[in-house]
């Protein structure tokens, strides 16, 4: 059965031009053969790029809402012409074989021009969005094969970015990690490529260009509400907790996230709030909480 481009790149049918940019950016990185080693890798990064293609582009997304991935095979299922007549035509693009049928032109179709099928290769496209020769894994074909080697850097200087010096072939060189490079990407040097091991960091765990972190606190805290210092990448912030805060509840920290590596633009950091529940109590917070419970019994609840 056909898979819904939707569904492959985890966004809805309304998802705006940023949102399927995102999730492609996110599923592409996680999904690239050259980090994921699972079997099934390579299809899925093809799967992936195929729906962005079709989802990125207005024309190719109209037919694709209203004829559905049939419309991007070879013959679209209409008689072999497509949905809107014309020809197939076949090629080679890197290390792929394509067939693709082309919209015949026959009077003023809302189409004219979309080619359906005609996928490209997905290395490419990956590249293309990545920014070409920074893409953060090198190209898989064509040229002289580069040399790769492995670099690890800590947490911290993978988001801010850092000068390393480095010993290649008896050579010291110095190498700039941009800010915002994540775990397993390829980042291109010159006539070899480096592969980066990130540290974890206890603090924050990342998710793209976003990060969650933890903040405990105690139970009169999120009764009354408190102001509690937070770690991020900037430093120590000061983060104001309401009263009544929920265990479990996030804090949203715009522009708190990671720097995206080809752009200004930074995520987001989202504080976690854990409720540390006391294991001991004396005999005076015994007396307390138990006037709290009668009081709350009186009101039916405590909420």
Do not use: C
Request: glycine fraction near 12%; charge should be positive.
């Amino acid at each position: 059965m056909a898979k819904d481009f939707y569904e492959v790149l985890g966004i809805s049918k309304n998802a705006s031009d940023a949102e399927i940019k995102k999730s492609y950016r996110k599923m592409a990185l996680q999904w690239h053969p050259d980090r994921n080693k699972s079997a099934d890798a390579t299809e899925k990064f093809k799967e992936i790029n195929k729906a962005y293609e079709v989802l990125s582009d207005s024309k190719k997304k109209e037919v694709y809402d209203q004829y559905g991935e049939s419309a991007f095979k070879p013959g679209g299922g209409y008689a072999g012409q497509g949905p809107f007549g014309g020809g197939q035509q076949t090629g080679q693009y890197g290390p792929f074989t394509y067939t693709y049928t082309t919209n015949g032109g026959g009077g003023g179709s809302p189409f004219e021009g979309v080619d359906f099928g005609g996928f490209s290769d997905p290395f490419e496209i990956f590249e293309q969005f990545f920014g070409g020769g920074s893409s953060p894994f090198g190209r898989r074909s064509g040229g002289k094969q580069r040399q790769i080697y492995r670099l690890t850097i800590d947490f911290m200087e993978a988001v801010k970015g850092v000068e390393k010096t480095v010993e290649v072939e008896g050579k010291k060189q110095k190498i700039k990690i941009p800010a915002g490079v994540d775990n397993s990407m390829r980042v291109r040097f010159g006539d070899f490529d480096i592969v980066i091991d990130v540290q974890q960091d206890s603090r924050f765990k990342r998710e793209d260009y976003d990060l969650i972190s933890d903040v405990e606190i105690s139970f009169s805290q999120a009764v009354l509400g408190d102001v509690v210092a937070v770690p991020t990448i900037d430093g120590p912030l000061n983060l104001k907790i309401q009263p009544g805060t929920q265990p479990g509840s996030f804090v949203r920290l715009r522009g708190k996230g990671v720097p995206h590596v080809h752009s200004s633009a930074r995520g987001d950091q989202y504080i976690r709030v854990k409720i540390a529940i006391p294991s001991k109590l004396t005999h005076r917070q015994k007396e307390l909480l138990t006037e709290f419970e009668e009081e709350n019994k009186k009101k039916k609840g405590w909420f």
